[in-house]
C-alpha cells in the first residue's frame, strides 16, 4: 500500500512539474511574439497628413482607448451615445473615448482591489462576452507618454468609425444596446454590449490597435499590451 501511495505521489509530482514547464514556456513564447510583432510595424511606409481630423490614443497604464471627436461634419456619435443615458449632461462634451475589453473586468471590477482570480482567468483563457466603455468629456486631451495625437485624412476617419460602430452590438433599430446602472466613480460614462469575444490573444489593446491598423496608422502588428501601440508614437 505503501509503494503505491509512493508511486502515485510521485507521478503527481511530475505532472505537477511537467505543467509548470510547459506554462513556463508557454509564456515566453507568448512574449516572444509579442515583442516580434510589436517591432514589426504594420503599415510601415505610412505618414500622417499634415491636416486632417485630430483623435487620440489613450492609456490608464494598462487598457487603451480611442478618443474621437463626439460630433463633426463627418459623424454624430451624439445619435448612438443618447444624452440621457449619461449621469451628467454632454451639452458640452466635445470627445468620446471607446474602449473595447471584457465584459466581467468591466462591470465587476471598478478598481484593482476587486479583481477576483476568476475574472481574470475567465478573461485570459476562456473566450468572453464583451462590453464597450464610452467615456465623454469637455477637455481637449493632453498630450503626454499615456496619450498620442494622430492626425487622420478624411477618409480614414470614417472607416475608423465604422470600425468602433461595427464592434457594438446593436438592436433591431441599429442602436447602442445599454448596460444600466454601470459606471466609474469620477467618471462621465457608460457600457455597451459590445461584439465579440476576449481572451488572451484578443485583448483590449489589439481591439484599438486593429483600429489603427485598419485605417493604416503604422503601428504594432499585434497588441496585447498597450505598451506594444505606445512603441510606436515615441
Not at 509564456?27 to 481630423?53: A, C, H
Not at 446593436?170 to 467618471?187: A, Q, R, T, W
Amino acid at each position: 500500500m505503501l509503494q503505491k501511495l509512493l508511486k502515485f505521489m510521485i507521478s503527481i509530482l511530475k505532472f505537477g512539474g511537467n505543467s509548470i514547464l510547459a506554462l513556463l514556456f508557454l509564456t515566453v513564447l507568448y512574449l516572444f511574439f509579442t515583442i516580434v510583432l510589436t517591432l514589426i510595424p504594420s503599415n510601415i511606409f505610412s505618414e500622417q497628413p499634415e491636416k486632417g481630423i485630430t483623435i487620440y490614443i489613450k492609456s490608464n497604464g494598462v487598457h487603451t482607448d480611442l478618443v474621437l471627436p463626439v460630433a463633426n461634419k463627418f459623424y454624430n456619435w451624439d445619435e448612438k451615445i443618447y444624452q440621457e443615458d449619461f449621469a451628467l449632461t454632454t451639452d458640452s462634451a466635445r470627445w468620446a473615448s471607446f474602449g473595447w475589453g471584457d465584459k466581467g473586468f468591466y462591470l465587476y471590477t471598478p478598481d484593482w482591489a476587486d479583481l477576483k482570480f476568476s475574472t481574470a482567468f475567465n478573461a485570459l483563457f476562456l473566450p468572453s462576452p464583451t462590453a464597450m466603455h464610452v467615456s465623454v468629456a469637455g477637455d481637449t486631451p493632453s498630450e503626454n507618454e499615456l496619450t498620442k495625437k494622430i492626425i487622420l485624412s478624411d477618409e480614414q476617419y470614417l472607416i475608423l468609425c465604422d470600425y468602433i460602430f461595427t464592434s457594438f452590438q446593436k438592436d433591431p433599430n441599429e442602436n447602442f444596446i445599454l448596460i444600466s446602472g454601470y459606471h466609474y466613480k469620477g467618471v462621465n460614462d457608460n457600457f455597451y454590449e459590445a461584439e465579440g469575444s476576449y481572451h488572451l490573444f484578443n485583448t483590449c489593446n489589439n481591439w484599438a490597435n486593429s483600429g489603427l491598423k485598419t485605417v493604416g496608422v503604422k503601428t504594432a502588428t499585434w497588441a496585447p499590451f498597450d505598451k506594444c501601440i505606445f512603441y510606436h508614437f515615441k
